[in-house]
C-alpha cells in the first residue's frame, strides 16, 4: 500500500500531465457530433409517445436543455484533460441533481440524488458539470456576469477546499461524513436573507410531506373500498388506462409485479422482511425528471395492514450510461445494479429499499429496472428561483457534498494534492463553464429551432 505522501506525490505529479489551468480550455475544434443526433440516438431505445413531452420541457431554457443534455456533455468531456485519478462519477452533477431525503434515522440530509449515469470516471468531469451548470443556471436568472463567476468559484473553491480537508482525515471520517439539514442551516443561515430564510423553512417543511402519506392523497383515491392511481394524462397513466385491453394489461401486469418479486432478491435480508410486510394492488406510469422522459418508470402502489399503511415503489429503467461510450463498459452486468452501487458509493446515507432487477416480462425484451421508494422526504431547491446571494451559498453545499461522494470512492489524497491550495483550478473551471454556458445556448437555439421548424416535435411544458 502506498503511503500518504506517495499518493500526494502522485497527484501532484500529474500537474505536468495536465496543467490546472489547462481545464479551462473547451476543445471544439474537431469534428463535433450535432447535439440534436445525440438526442435522437436516445430516443431509439424511448417510448415515442413522450418524446414530445422530453423535447417540450428541453425547449424552456438553456439550463432546462443542460439538463436534459447529459449525453452532449459528455461528448464534449471526453476530449477535455484529465489527471488520471477516478472515482465514482454521478454522470450528471448539476445544480438540480442535489437535494434532499430522509435517512433511516429519519433525519433530512443533503446530497447527490441522480444516478442514472454513474460510472467510474475521471472526477474533474463532474466537477465541470457541476460548474458549467451553475453558470447556465446564473444566466437564467440573469444575474450580471459578476454575479456569475462568484457562483462558479464559489462552488469549485468549495470542491478544492473540502477534498483537501477530506485528504486529512482517516477513512471512517471521511465515510461517516454527512450533511444533515438542521447543521446546513446553522451554518448557512447568516448568509440568507430574511425573506430566503423563510422559504429555506417551508422548502425543508413541504420535504418532510414527501412521504408515503403524502403520495396517497397525491396520487390515489379510495373508492369502493380499494386504494387506486388517479389518471393524470399524460404524466401519470393508471395501468388500466394505458392498456384497456384485458388480456394485455393483465401480462404487462404480471410482469411488473414479477418484477418486483425479483426486485427482492437485491435487497437485504432484513429489508426484505420489511417489504414482504407489503402486496402490490396498483400500477401507474409515471413521466419523471427531464432527461429520462421517455424512459420506463413505473410507480406500484403496496398495501400493508389495510388501504392506509401505503408503499409506494418506483421502478425506473436503467439504460447504459450516457458516459461509456467514452470511457468503456460498466463492469456491472447490470445497468440497475450499477445505478445501485453507484448511490450506495456516493450517498452518506440511502433509501432502505433501493434495489435492481433484469427481467423479460414488460415486453418480452430484457429490461433493467433499479427500486427505491417514489417519495422519503424527497426535496429539491428551485434553482430557477435564485438570488445571486442563494446561488452561491447553494453552490458551496453542492461543491462540498460532491467532494464527499468523490472522497469515497476515490485517491482524495491525489485529487487534493493535484488542486492544490492555490485558486487556479477554480479560475481555470470559470473560464471552461463561461465558455461551455456559451456553447450550451448555441446547443439549446438548435433545438427551439427544429421545434419551430418542425423537424422536432415539442409539447409546450
Known amino acids: 500500500m502506498t503511503t500518504p505522501g506517495e499518493r500526494a506525490e502522485r497527484g501532484r505529479a500529474q500537474r505536468a500531465v495536465a496543467p490546472r489551468s489547462a481545464h479551462a480550455e473547451l476543445d471544439l475544434s474537431a469534428p463535433r457530433r450535432e447535439p440534436l443526433t445525440v438526442l435522437a440516438a436516445q430516443d431509439r431505445t424511448r417510448l415515442p409517445e413522450l418524446l414530445p413531452i422530453r423535447y417540450g420541457r428541453m425547449a424552456v431554457s438553456p439550463f432546462a436543455f443542460f439538463r436534459g443534455a447529459a449525453a452532449v456533455m459528455a461528448a464534449d468531456l471526453a476530449r477535455s484533460p484529465v489527471s488520471g485519478v477516478e472515482v465514482q462519477l454521478c454522470g450528471d452533477a448539476h445544480l438540480s441533481n442535489f437535494g434532499f431525503f430522509a435517512s433511516p434515522e429519519r433525519r433530512l440530509v443533503f446530497d447527490v440524488n441522480d444516478f442514472d449515469e454513474t460510472v467510474r ?5 463532474d466537477v465541470k458539470r457541476l460548474a458549467a451548470s451553475i453558470e447556465v443556471a446564473a444566466r437564467d436568472r440573469g444575474f450580471r456576469r459578476p454575479d456569475r463567476r462568484t457562483a462558479v ?6 470542491y478544492r477546499e473540502a477534498m483537501r480537508r477530506f485528504a486529512r482525515q482517516r477513512g471512517l471520517e471521511v465515510w461517516y461524513a454527512r450533511a444533515d439539514v438542521d447543521e446546513i442551516r446553522a451554518r448557512y443561515e447568516d448568509a440568507l436573507a430574511a425573506s430566503r430564510r423563510k422559504r429555506v423553512a417551508r422548502d425543508l417543511a413541504k420535504a418532510r410531506t414527501r412521504d408515503n402519506l403524502g403520495s396517497l392523497a397525491r396520487y390515489t383515491v379510495l373508492a369502493d373500498g380499494q386504494r387506486r392511481f388517479v389518471a393524470e394524462p399524460p404524466l401519470v397513466v393508471p395501468l388500466r ?5 384485458a388480456e394485455e394489461r393483465a401480462r404487462l401486469e404480471d410482469g411488473l409485479y414479477d418484477l418486483v418479486r425479483g426486485y427482492r432478491d437485491s435487497l437485504a435480508p432484513e429489508r426484505r ?3 414482504d410486510q407489503y402486496r402490490p394492488v396498483d400500477i401507474a406510469r409515471k413521466v419523471v425528471g427531464v432527461g429520462s422522459v421517455g424512459t420506463r418508470s413505473w410507480m406500484i402502489l403496496l398495501l400493508g395492514r389495510d388501504v392506509d399503511d401505503p408503499l409506494f415503489l418506483q421502478a425506473k429503467e436503467a439504460g447504459a450510461s450516457v458516459l461509456e461510450e467514452h470511457l468503456g463498459p460498466d463492469p456491472h452486468g447490470n ?3 450499477r445505478v445501485v452501487v453507484g448511490q450506495r458509493l ?4 440511502g433509501d432502505v429499499l433501493l434495489g435492481w432487477h433484469r427481467t423479460t416480462g414488460i415486453d418480452g425484451r430484457e429490461r433493467d429496472f433499479y427500486v427505491r421508494q417514489l417519495r422519503d422526504w424527497k426535496g429539491s431547491v428551485e434553482v430557477e428561483a435564485m438570488v445571486p446571494s442563494g446561488m452561491r451559498t447553494y453552490a458551496h453545499l453542492c461543491g462540498w457534498t460532491l467532494a464527499r461522494a468523490h472522497a469515497r ?3 482524495r489524497i491525489a485529487i487534493a494534492a493535484y488542486l492544490g491550495s492555490s485558486a487556479r483550478f477554480d479560475q481555470a473551471l470559470v473560464r471552461f ?3 461551455y454556458a456559451d456553447q450550451n445556448e448555441r446547443d439549446h437555439a438548435a433545438l427551439v429551432d427544429a421545434v419551430a421548424a418542425g423537424r422536432i416535435t415539442a409539447e409546450p411544458a
Do not use: I
Open 409 to 411: 470512492s476515490g485517491d
Open 241 to 245: 388506462d394505458l392498456l384497456p385491453v
Open 335 to 337: 445497468h440497475g445494479e
Open 153 to 158: 468559484a464559489e462552488g469549485v473553491r468549495s
Open 121 to 125: 470516471g475521471p472526477w474533474e468531469w
Open 433 to 435: 463553464a463561461q465558455r
Open 346 to 349: 456516493m450517498q452518506a446515507v
Open 273 to 275: 422482511v420489511l417489504l
